[in-house]
């Protein structure tokens, strides 16, 4: 874990990033809940636009640990306890784990099916592993009917990771967003400001973190 800056905020880049990141991530729950995307018609617009807006996000993770590396997080407010800081590092840590591990399960679940993710219809990813696309009628030879079986499980296995992942990320962004008002309705520390940029005003009656 790089040292903390002692600056009160968080920088105009990083802010962007968690706003941008923030913004997809909510686009993408809402298409995969309401049942938009469909591994099956990968010829769809919610497919593409499911599949490429997933795999932005998995790029601006990686644009937020490179620049997280060369721009620490600001310290913690003083009036945090080592408790909360403790929580709210575990936090960040696993929700960064779920912004990874949502795109990486939602390439495999449209690789097991045999579909290509169309980064907005300007590149083709690579399907993983290969696919297997084996016919999966009844009058197939008994191998290609185990192949078919086992690629069937695989397309099974990743689509469960990927719902599972959504439900997790789902459970752990509400947490966070409760955190988040806990500081600024119990606590009282505008500790929000520290993600919005400087022109943001003060709230009344709030011991600012923000600057
Ligand atoms: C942060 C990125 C992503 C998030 C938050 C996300 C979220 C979701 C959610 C919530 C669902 C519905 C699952 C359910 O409850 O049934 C879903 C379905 C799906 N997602 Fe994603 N997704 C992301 C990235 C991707 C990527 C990069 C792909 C690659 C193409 C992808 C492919 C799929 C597919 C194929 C389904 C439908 C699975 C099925 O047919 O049941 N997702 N996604
Ligand atoms: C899908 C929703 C969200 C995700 C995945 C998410 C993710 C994250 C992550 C990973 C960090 C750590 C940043 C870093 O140090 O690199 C963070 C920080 C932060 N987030 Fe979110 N966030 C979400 C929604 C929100 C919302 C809606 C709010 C406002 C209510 C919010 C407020 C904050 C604040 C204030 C911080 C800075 C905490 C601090 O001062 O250390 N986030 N968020």
Known sequence: MPAMNPSARYD???????????????????????GLVDAEHPESAAFMWHGSLGVLVLVLVAARAIWRLRRPPPEFPSTMTRLGRIGARMMHASLYV??????????????????????????????????VT????????????????????????????HELLGDALIILASLHVLAALKHQFIDHDDLIRRMLPAVWPRTPGTRSTGG
């Open 12 to 34: 105009g880049l990083s802010q962007f990033l968690h706003w941008a990141i923030v913004l997809l991530v909510l686009v993408l729950l809402v298409m995969g809940k309401v």
């Open 98 to 131: 779920l912004l990874i591990a949502l795109p990486l399960s939602g390439w495999l679940a449209a690789s097991s099916e045999g579909s290509n993710v169309n980064f907005f219809n300007v590149a083709t990813l690579p399907r993983w592993g290969g696919s």
């Open 134 to 161: 084996a016919d999966r009628g009844s009058a197939a030879a008994p191998r290609t009917r185990a192949v078919a079986e086992s690629a069937e499980g695989r397309e099974d296995l990743a689509e469960e990771a």
